[in-house]
């Protein structure tokens, strides 16, 4: 989803303010966890409390906002640098900084079915994506197929 400045201006207050923000899906980088129109709930982005394998939402500078899963952290000349992943994709992000980032997902609605962010399923699922890439790569694989079958 394209945002400008002042939205996400509004929604880092939003989220500030009310202590959560829920965003509806779309795209499928991150399917199979989080799939079009599942509602994403996130909470404000606490940089001391974040973890190798939890979905980050961030605006990328290209101004969209995303939700993808956060790999590691890395220090330049006094510049934190946050690198994420979508879980089809094959590569990483560009690297992000902190004020791009918005929240941190706690939930995700599927239907009458709410995953937490910290049930076992979802970090299993997390760990199993950052340990074998090449699940990554069957997901697109799969994805592209599935979209070609459609038209």
């Known amino acids: 989803m394209l945002i400008d400045a002042l939205t996400f201006t509004f929604l880092k207050n939003r989220i500030k303010k009310d202590g959560w923000l829920e965003l509806p899906a779309s795209g499928n980088s991150m399917f199979p966890l989080i799939q079009q129109g599942n509602i994403c709930q996130f909470v404000p982005f606490a940089p001391s409390l974040v973890k190798k394998g939890d979905v980050i939402l961030f605006c990328s500078l290209e101004s969209q906002l995303i939700a993808h899963r956060f790999v590691g952290i890395k220090k330049e000349q006094n510049q ?12 990483l992000d560009q690297p992000i900084e902190e004020e791009q980032i918005l929240g941190k997902l706690v939930s995700v609605q599927k239907h009458r079915l709410k995953i937490e962010a910290d049930h076992f399923i979802a970090h299993f699922w997390g760990s199993m994506i950052l340990s074998f890439p090449v699940l990554s790569g069957i997901l697109r694989k799969h994805l592209n197929r599935k979209m070609n079958l459609q038209f």
Do not use: P
């Open 80 to 91: 934190t640098f946050y690198y994420l992943k979508g879980d089809t994709n094959l590569g």
